[in-house]
């Protein structure tokens, strides 16, 4: 099993920035890719950005250039950079891990709320 514990989400105006972190517990070996997701009122959850645990990252068309992902593998914490913040992106963000044998975990999600 994987915990995940998010931190970081809030409220920030246009143009803003905020960072969202992700730390792993448990069996963390087991973990191949971290990454973040979101999901908006009325939307499907879609993938943000992502990162392996070599430190190759993956972004959605809607956040390059804008959000930054990292990744500690010491800490065996993930994080989410996000600047010039827009109103669409205000969704519940979701730390995710990608493990062994095709296992899935979730972490409790975190609001961010971008005001125009």
């Known amino acids: 099993q994987v915990q995940l514990v998010e931190s970081g989400g809030g409220l920030v105006q246009a143009g803003g920035s905020l960072r969202l972190s992700c730390a792993a517990s448990?069996?963390?070996?087991?973990?191949?890719?971290m990454g973040w997701y979101r999901q908006a009122p009325g939307k499907q959850r879609e993938l943000v950005a992502a990162i392996t645990t070599a430190g190759s990252p993956n972004y959605a068309d809607s956040v390059k250039g804008r959000f930054t992902i990292s990744r500690d593998n010491a800490k065996m914490t993930v994080y989410l950079q996000m600047s010039s913040l827009k109103p669409e992106d205000t969704a519940v963000y979701y730390c995710n891990a990608a493990a062994m044998k095709r296992r899935d975990y979730w972490g409790q999600g975190t609001q961010v709320t971008v005001s125009s």
């Open positions: 448990g069996s963390i070996f087991s973990i191949n890719a």
